[in-house]
């Protein structure tokens, strides 16, 4: 039988915290704030983000006492010693996600986050490598290709107005990656899966290990694939 959306929310919910919790990664603030209604998004999207990168095989240091904007959590690769700073970020929708009023589902199908973009970028921590997770939080438009889809337009057009790096300036991110979970959407109808579109500069400012690199997108790639063991 084919998942429905809301299975989907609940299994891969529970895929991630099995795997922050058997690492010993999951601080008690983020389940205080998965408890809250006002904060449960940002909270399950910065679980979901820290659990790809588990699942990559990587180390995660949360970053729990924020004295001002900070990103997320540092990952840790035990076989290069690479260090990575993450920042997750989820677009808000009225209606979806206990947000307060209507949806209104054209407005939802734009990617109109140019402005958690600019926000993500400002976390950059200048003296390590840097990647950026942000959930578009758009309903699925099964049958439509990536490329024609409203929201790839609206990231594309944005991603375009951004200076191309070169090698004498270079690029403060390694990898700018947008996902769509779209769970919440479907409710009982049967889930149509995990949209994924990655942006990786020729130059970044910080390199990482290509295998690394190639670990984490995979565990992107692959996300919402339970086995039947768990």
Known sequence: TTATGDDMALLTLGY???????????????IDRLKNYAEFQGARYEIATAAIFVRARCEITFIEHKTQKHYEF???DPGTGAEIAVEAK???RSGILHEPGQVNEARALRGDVEGLVNEALEQAPGNLPFMVLI????????????QERAWFQDIWTTMQ???????????????????????????????SGVVRLWIIPAYPRHPVPPDLLARVIGAVDGYGQIPKEI
């Open 16 to 30: 991630d915290l099995y795997h922050l919790l058997h690492r010993g990664d999951l601080p008690p603030t983020l």
């Open 74 to 76: 540092v990952a840790r």
């Open 90 to 92: 989820s677009r808000r």
């Open 135 to 146: 959930d578009v939080n758009v309903p699925p438009v099964p049958g439509v290709p990536l």
């Open 161 to 191: 107005s951004l200076q191309a790096p070169t090698a004498a300036q270079p690029e403060d991110f390694n990898a700018l990656i947008f996902t769509s979970f779209s769970f919440q959407w479907e409710g009982s109808k049967p889930s």
